[in-house]
């Protein structure tokens, strides 16, 4: 029981050392956690939006986050932006997957069909073995999403 006891503290001191490091991406991860719950409890998106951070997957995680909270405030054109300057910046990360994803999604309850088929295309095009592919195959065999996206007949 006491070599449980040390092992923990020596665990516990070891985290708190990580959270000190300011390259750490679990510090960076806890610092864009902690601007999010401050944004959901009313805090402007700028807690998102200036975070600085060196941690390629937890930036692109910053911009998909900041998307959505565009979105949830509905500004449209940040919320968009925000998704292009993922897509640009972290072509090949599943945030941008998620981003392209969520554009569609975003202008196919707005009921404007043809740009929510142009971000699924770009989704496709861009992740052709992706995840969010056979989401949008089973949407259009119950017929949620249009024909026009060409990977989604395959």
């Excluded at 750490?24 to 975070?51: F, T, W």
């Excluded at 995840?131 to 949008?136: T, V």
């Amino acid at each position: 029981m006491r070599a449980n006891g040390k092992k923990r503290a020596l665990n516990l001191k070891k985290l708190q050392g990580m959270l000190h490091e300011p390259e750490n991406p679990h510090r960076q991860l806890a610092q864009l956690r902690i601007a999010q719950a401050r944004v959901q409890l009313k805090g402007p998106s700028s807690l998102v939006s200036s975070l600085v951070l060196t941690d390629f997957d937890v930036d692109a995680e910053r911009l998909y986050a900041l998307s959505q909270i565009y979105r949830s405030e509905k500004r449209e054109g940040e919320m968009l932006a925000a998704i292009d300057q993922l897509v640009q910046k972290y072509p090949a990360s599943k945030w941008s997957e998620d981003g392209l994803m969520a554009a569609g999604n975003y202008y196919w309850v707005e009921l404007n069909r043809s740009q929510a088929a142009s971000y699924y295309q770009r989704l496709l095009d861009s992740f052709p073995a992706g995840k969010k592919r056979i989401q949008l195959r089973m949407a259009r065999r119950l017929g949620r999403v249009p024909e026009s996206p060409a990977g989604c007949r395959r």
